[in-house]
C-alpha cells in the first residue's frame, strides 16, 4: 500500500514536465497560425527535422550529449547551492587543455582517450578554481566571477589558437590548433547501434563522448544519492544552517561540488574537439553552458531528469531547424518557444510539488 | 452583543476534516479563548475567518449579517485583524512606515506622515501601546514588534482581533503589557480571538474558552466553570499529567564547563559577559532569563564553533574551542535547536535522512568511507520511530509533510538516540502541542536519569522551573543568580530575569 501510493506521486511528478511541453506546443501552434502557417505544416516540418528518418533522429541524441553533460554540470554546483555561470568558460578551457593532451602527448589509443578526458575535467576544474576560492574565501558571489571567467576564457583561447598554440596552414587558414592525434581521436559507435539493429548513418556523430556521458551520468547518480558526499551536497543546497548544525563542512562541500562541477564542464567540448573537428579552435560552439542552467533546472538537477531535458533541448534545437527549413515560422520564434515551454515546465513542476507535498501533509496528519 | 458568528464552518482537505461543523461565535467586549492540539483545527479556522481559505460549507455573521470573506483585504475592511505568530513587517522600515503600510496617506502622490502619526499616538494611548514611532523595526525588540502589529490592525479600524499564540515570544513582562492591552481593548467594545497552547494565561485572560479537538468544538466553557485539568481533558481527550514526576537527581561529575566567556557584538555590545556555568552527569541545569540575554550565544558557543573574545568551553575536560561541530558531535554533544524548522530538519528530506543527520557520516549509517548504507538507516529510522512514537505514514515520509509536534519528536529522538554525554536544550517545547510537550519533558527527565548532562535553555518558566535541577539566571550576558532545586520560586526567577535584583 506504501509502495503503491509512493510511486503514484512519482508518476505525477514524472509526467508534469511532459504537461508542460504539450502547452507549449499549443503555444507554438498558435503562433504558427499567427504567422499563416497552418498547425499541420507546423507539426509536420518539426516531424521532419527531429523524427522521419533514423538518421534524423539519431542526430537529436547526437546533439543532447553535449547538452547532458552541461546540464550535469550545473546540477551538481546547484544542488550545493552554488550558481555555476561558468560552465561556458569552464568547457573551453577543458576543451583546449584536453586537446593539448591529444595533440602533443604520444600515447596509445588506449590509454590516450581517458588521459585526454581527465585532462579536460582538470582542465575544468582548474578555471572554476579561482571563483570557487573567492566565493568559499571571500564571499564574492559566484554568479558574478564566474560571468567574468567566462569572457575571460574566450579571449584566452583566442590568443593561445592565434599565438602560441597556432596551427594555422596545417589544414586552413582559419585560426585553429594542430591536429588531434590519430591515437586521442574519437572514433564512431554508429556500428554498434547497427549491430543493435538501429540504422544510425555515418555521418552522424554517435561518439565516444557518448561513453563519456553515459559514464558521468551514472557516477553523479552515484555520487548524490549513494555516496555520504552527495547526501551533504544536497543538505547543503537544502538549508545551510541546517547542514552547519549536523556539523556539515559546508564550505569544503560548497568548493567540492563548484569543482565537480567545473570537471564536469571540461568534458562538454570533447565531441566537437576530438570527434567532428579533430582540432581545437575557439569557434568551437558557444552557448552550451548556459543552455545547461536551463537544462539542469528543467532536470530538478537529477541526472535521470537531466537526460530527459537535454534530449528535449536538443529536440527543439532540431525542431527549430526544421520549421527554419520547412515553414515561415522565423528562427526567432523558435527560440521564444523554447523559453516558453521552460517557463511552462517549471511553473508546472512547482504546482505539481506543491499539491504532492500538500498530499503527503494530508497523509501525515 | 454578537460581534461575531462563526457557524456549521466546514472544511475538508483531502483525507481530513479539518473543519468539522465548528460553530463560533464573539461577543463584543469579550476575550474568547481558542484553544486545542497542534492540528486540531484552530488555524483553518482562523484561516476561513481571514479569508485566506475558503469554507466548503458554513456561514460568517458579522453583526447578525451574513457575510462572505474572500480574502484577507475583504476581512480587514470588514474590522478583522489577525496578529500572526510570525510577524509581517518590514525590518528597515521605521515603526510609523511599516503602521501606514498598505493605508497611506497622500496628498497628489507625497506621503503624508502628519496626521496618520497623530491618528497612531491616539491610537496608542488608548489601548497602551507605546512604541517609538521612528525607530528602526529591526532595532525594537520582539515585544515592541508585536505592539507595532497590534498598532497596524487597530489603525485600519479592527474590531474583532486574532492573536495567534502572541505570548511565545513575549517575556513575563511584556505578557502583562500585553494583557493590560487586551483589557483596554475589551473595554472598548472590541472582539478578541485568543489561541494559545498555555492554559494559565487562558484561563488568566478569557471570558469563554473553546476548546477544538480534530476539527469539531468539543464544548465552549465559561471562565467560572473552567479549570486547569478540565480544559486539558477536553483538548486531548484524556486526562494529562501537567505536574512533572521526576525523581531526586543524582548528580555526577561536572561534564560541561562553561568558563569566563566573553564575547562582544559587531555594535560593540556585550553579549555575553565573563559567564561561567557547568553541569554535571545526571542533571539537568535550567536558563531561565527573558530572550536577548545571550542564551543564543551560549548555546552557539557550546553547539557550534564561533568567535569567542576570552573564556574557554570544557567537555570532560578539555577545550572544546576548536572544535568543529562534526567533532563536537561524535565527542558526544547533542543539541534540540532554538528553531527547528530553521535548524533541525532538512525539510524536503526523508525521515529517515533526518533521522541519522549529524552521524550520518559514519559508521553504521556509511560501509567503507563513502557508502551509504539505506536499508540500514531506513530500519533504523523505522525502530527510532518506533521507539519514541513518531507519528508518521512511513520513514520514507518528507519531514516537511508532518506536524510541528512530530517534527519536534523527530528531532529529540535524534538526537537523544545519538546518546550524547550533554543535551543542550533549546525552547525544546515552543510551539508544540501538550501531547508532545509532555513527551519532550519525559524524554529529557529520562536522558538526566540515564546520566546524562542536560542543559535546558528556555522562555517559558513554567518549564524551566519544574524541569531543573539548578536554575541559572541569565541577564545581560552573564548568570547572575543560581539556585538549587527547591528554593527557585516564579516570583523570586522573575525578579532577577528583569535584572530588579543583581547581586551574584
Given at each position: 500500500m506504501r509502495k503503491i501510493k509512493i510511486d503514484k506521486y512519482h508518476i505525477y511528478e514524472l509526467f508534469s514536465p511532459l504537461l508542460g511541453v504539450l502547452a507549449a506546443i499549443i503555444v507554438l501552434l498558435i503562433i504558427g497560425v499567427a504567422v499563416g502557417e497552418n498547425p499541420a505544416a507546423t507539426l509536420k516540418a518539426i516531424y521532419k527535422f527531429t523524427m522521419s528518418t533514423s538518421g534524423r533522429l539519431a542526430t537529436v541524441f547526437s546533439v543532447a550529449i553535449p547538452l547532458f553533460i552541461s546540464g550535469l554540470a550545473v546540477s551538481i554546483a546547484f544542488r550545493a547551492g552554488v550558481f555555476n555561470i561558468g560552465v561556458e568558460g569552464q568547457y573551453f578551457i577543458g576543451g583546449l587543455v584536453g586537446a593539448l593532451a591529444g595533440i602533443y602527448l604520444p600515447l596509445p589509443r588506449i590509454i590516450h582517450i581517458p588521459v585526454v578526458a581527465i585532462c579536460a575535467m582538470l582542465g575544468g576544474a582548474l578555471w572554476a578554481l579561482i571563483p570557487a576560492m573567492l566565493k568559499i574565501g571571500k564571499g564574492v558571489h559566484e554568479v558574478i566571477t564566474t560571468i567574468m571567467f567566462n569572457n575571460i576564457a574566450l579571449a584566452l583561447a583566442n590568443y593561445l589558437v592565434n599565438g602560441p598554440l597556432s596551427g594555422r596552414g596545417?589544414?586552413?587558414?582559419?585560426a585553429q590548433t594542430h591536429h588531434i592525434r590519430e591515437t586521442a581521436q574519437f572514433g564512431k559507435l554508429n556500428h554498434w547501434f547497427r549491430a543493435l539493429g538501429?540504422?544510425?548513418?555515418?555521418?552522424?556523430f554517435m561518439d565516444y563522448s557518448l561513453i563519456i556521458a553515459i559514464i558521468m551520468g551514472i557516477l553523479v547518480w552515484l555520487l548524490l544519492f549513494r555516496l555520504r558526499y552527495g547526501f551533504e551536497i544536497r543538505a547543503v543546497g537544502t538549508s545551510t544552517d541546517v547542514s552547519e548544525y549536523a556539523g556539515i563542512r559546508v564550505k569544503r562541500i560548497q568548493l567540492g561540488a563548484f569543482l565537480t562541477s567545473g570537471a564536469i564542464a571540461g568534458l562538454i567540448g570533447l565531441q566537437e574537439i576530438f570527434a567532428i573537428r579533430g582540432f581545437y579552435t575557439?569557434?568551437?560552439?558557444?552557448?552550451l553552458g548556459f543552455d545547461g542552467i536551463a537544462i539542469a533546472l528543467i532536470g530538478r538537477n537529477s541526472p535521470l531528469g537531466v537526460i530527459f531535458s537535454s534530449i528535449l533541448f536538443a529536440f527543439l534545437t532540431q525542431a527549430g531547424y526544421g520549421l527554419q527549413l520547412y515553414t515561415s515560422v522565423p528562427l526567432a520564434i523558435t527560440f521564444v518557444i523554447s523559453g516558453v515551454m521552460i517557463l511552462f515546465i517549471v511553473v508546472i513542476n512547482e504546482i505539481v510539488t506543491r499539491y504532492i507535498r500538500a498530499q503527503r501533509k494530508k497523509e501525515a496528519a | 452583543m454578537t460581534l461575531l458568528k462563526m457557524e456549521e464552518i466546514t472544511k475538508v482537505f483531502p483525507g481530513v476534516r479539518a473543519n468539522d461543523g465548528v460553530t463560533f461565535d464573539l461577543q463584543a467586549g469579550e476575550i474568547h479563548a481558542l484553544v486545542g492540539e497542534n492540528g486540531a483545527g484552530k488555524t483553518t479556522l482562523m484561516n476561513i475567518l481571514y479569508g485566506l481559505y475558503k469554507p466548503d460549507s458554513g456561514t460568517i455573521y458579522l453583526r447578525d449579517k451574513p457575510i462572505i470573506i474572500k480574502n484577507p483585504r475583504d476581512a480587514i475592511n470588514q474590522g478583522i485583524g489577525m496578529v500572526h505568530q510570525h510577524f509581517m513587517l518590514v525590518p528597515v522600515f521605521s515603526v510609523l512606515e511599516n503602521i501606514v503600510l498598505g493605508k497611506e496617506t497622500h496628498t497628489a502622490g507625497v506621503l503624508q506622515f502628519q496626521k496618520p502619526s497623530e491618528e497612531i499616538e491616539a491610537i496608542m494611548q488608548a489601548n497602551g501601546l507605546f512604541v517609538d514611532l521612528n525607530a528602526r523595526v529591526e532595532d525594537i525588540p520582539v515585544g515592541l514588534q508585536q505592539r507595532v502589529e497590534i498598532l497596524k490592525i487597530l489603525y485600519r479600524g479592527a474590531e474583532t482581533l486574532v492573536f495567534d499564540e502572541p505570548t511565545a515570544v513575549l517575556t513575563p513582562q511584556e505578557v502583562d503589557d500585553l494583557f493590560k492591552t487586551f483589557r483596554m481593548m475589551k473595554e472598548q467594545g472590541k472582539g478578541i480571538i485568543f489561541i494559545s497552547h498555555k492554559l494559565d494565561e487562558v484561563l488568566a485572560l478569557a471570558d469563554r474558552i473553546t476548546v477544538i479537538r480534530r476539527g469539531k468544538v468539543v464544548q465552549t466553557l465559561e471562565r467560572k466553570e473552567a479549570t486547569k485539568p478540565l480544559i486539558a481533558e477536553l483538548m486531548v481527550g484524556k486526562p494529562v499529567l501537567l505536574k512533572v514526576e521526576k525523581k531526586p537527581p543524582s548528580p555526577g561529575r561536572v561534564v560541561l564547563e562553561v568558563k569566563d566567556l566573553t564575547m562582544t557584538s559587531a555594535q560593540g555590545h556585550r553579549i555575553l559577559d565573563n559567564i561561567s556555568l557547568n553541569v554535571r552527569a545526571g542533571e539537568i541545569y535550567g536558563i531561565a532569563g527573558v530572550?536577548?540575554?545571550?542564551q543564543t550565544e551560549l548555546i552557539r558557543a557550546i553547539a557550534y564553533k564561533t568567535k569567542l573574545e576570552s573564556g574557554d568551553v570544557l567537555l570532560e575536560g578539555d577545550s572544546i574551542l576548536h572544535w568543529d561541530v562534526r567533532t563536537r558531535r561524535e565527542n558526544g554533544i547533542g543539541h534540540i535547536p532554538e528553531d527547528r524548522r530553521r535548524y533541525g530538519l532538512l525539510l524536503p528530506f526523508s525521515l529517515a535522512d533526518n533521522l541519522v543527520l549529524g552521524q550520518h557520516h559514519r559508521e553504521p549509517f556509511v560501509?567503507?568511507?563513502?557508502?551509504?548504507d539505506s536499508a540500514r538507516v531506513r530500519s533504523y529510522a523505522r525502530e527510532t520511530i518506533k521507539a519514541y512514537d513518531v507519528r508518521t505514514p512511513s520513514e520514507m515520509t518528507p519531514a516537511n509533510a508532518l506536524s510541528g509536534g512530530n517534527q519536534q519528536k523527530a528531532i529529540i529522538a535524534r538526537e537523544m538516540n545519538f546518546e550524547p554525554i550533554v543535551l543542550v536544550a533549546a525552547q525544546p517545547t515552543r510551539g508544540v502541542d501538550i501531547g508532545a510537550t509532555e513527551f519532550v519533558y519525559q524524554q529529557l527527565i529520562a536522558a538526566r536519569d540515564k546520566g546524562k548532562a542536560v542543559l535546558l535553555i528556555s522562555a517559558d518558566l513554567d518549564e524551566i522551573l519544574s524541569l531543573s535541577d539548578r536554575i541559572g539566571v541569565m541577564f545581560k550576558g552573564k548568570i547572575i543568580h543560581e539556585f538549587s532545586q527547591g528554593e527557585a520560586t516564579k516570583e523570586k526567577v522573575g525578579l532577577y530575569m528583569t535584572g530588579e535584583k543583581e547581586s551574584a
Open positions: 596545417e589544414v586552413s587558414l582559419e538501429w540504422n544510425i548513418p555515418n555521418h552522424v575557439y569557434e568551437i560552439a558557444a552557448g | 530572550e536577548g540575554n545571550g560501509k567503507g568511507p563513502q557508502w551509504v
